[in-house]
């Protein structure tokens, strides 16, 4: 069973009563969802994801102390404890998770500061440019089973995509990545024997091209592990994955280089043509590069513009 399907039953089953018995008068205020860090808030969780920090759980996300004071919260969490610890043949872990509690209450001004660094979500452009791809991911992700009259969910679709000018300065790092990795520095590389290099730059295109798949469908760039994963749902570009994966995963060798770095052009190509359909670029060619400037000469904000390229890739 996948996790967000068990939270959502371990809530309805034991996690809804409770509240709605023990807590009448902040129910309305509690938001309940299952988001954050772990693979079942992706929705990529399998078998294997199921030997750590695994259980039938939810989020409580609660407002700031001038909303639930201290003692209500601790009063809160207590109750969550008591839940049943087997649910579904899934057993509660008894320890929490390295990087700290996923599930039982939590402070909303804290959840999203711990991703992306404000209480509220405001985030300027600095902060959009430098805050983790992956870390805004977790914090848009999941899904809420029941809506609270507190400001989560308003924050949550503040945070969902990055703004347009924001999204084209990427794309335009990006871009440049992938040209100056894969269409100058691979064969380079190849040709003076230098495989590691090759490789290194065979990498590097990669997961830019990985980035710029996600930004040109509008979503966030989950955690290494989970980026090939969460590439095959995507609508545009997600039927990369084989060719991508072929260049991180092969050697480089000349018969295979030369095979490589046509699927570099390829690539280029497809990114090319995705660029054009939604009029993000003016240039008329195949390199990268031109088309990297062209984008960042579309974004408004003209301090964000004259930024140096790379601004906004991490």
Known sequence: ??????????????????????????????????????????????????????????????????????????????????????????????????????????????????????????????????????????????KVFKEGNNNFSEIREKLKQYPDDIRLKKLAGYLLTMAQAGQYNYLRCVKRGETAAAQMAAFRFTEAALHTIYLLNREYMPYYKWCFKGLKDLDRLGNLYDSLEYLISSDNDAKKADVKYGMIEDVAALMIKELKDESLSDATCFDLEKHAYSVNDRISDGMLRTMDIFAGVS
């Open 1 to 142: 069973m996948r996790g967000l399907d068990l939270a959502q039953k371990y809530y309805e089953e034991y996690g809804k009563p409770m509240l709605e018995e023990k807590f009448p008068d902040i129910f309305d205020t509690l938001t309940v969802a299952l988001v954050g860090s772990g693979s079942e808030c992706f929705g990529y969780d399998d078998d294997i994801s199921q030997d750590h920090d695994f259980e039938p759980g939810f989020c409580i996300f609660i407002p700031g102390e001038d909303v639930i004071d201290e003692k209500t919260a601790f009063t809160l969490q207590r109750e969550y404890d008591k839940l049943p610890a087997e649910f579904m043949g899934f057993t509660r872990q008894k320890m929490k998770p390295v990087g700290g509690n996923r599930h039982g209450v939590i402070r909303i001004p804290e959840f999203y500061e711990s991703k992306c660094g404000k209480k509220d979500g405001a985030l300027t452009v600095a902060d959009w440019l430098y805050v983790p791809e992956h870390a805004l991911a977790e914090a848009v992700n999941g």
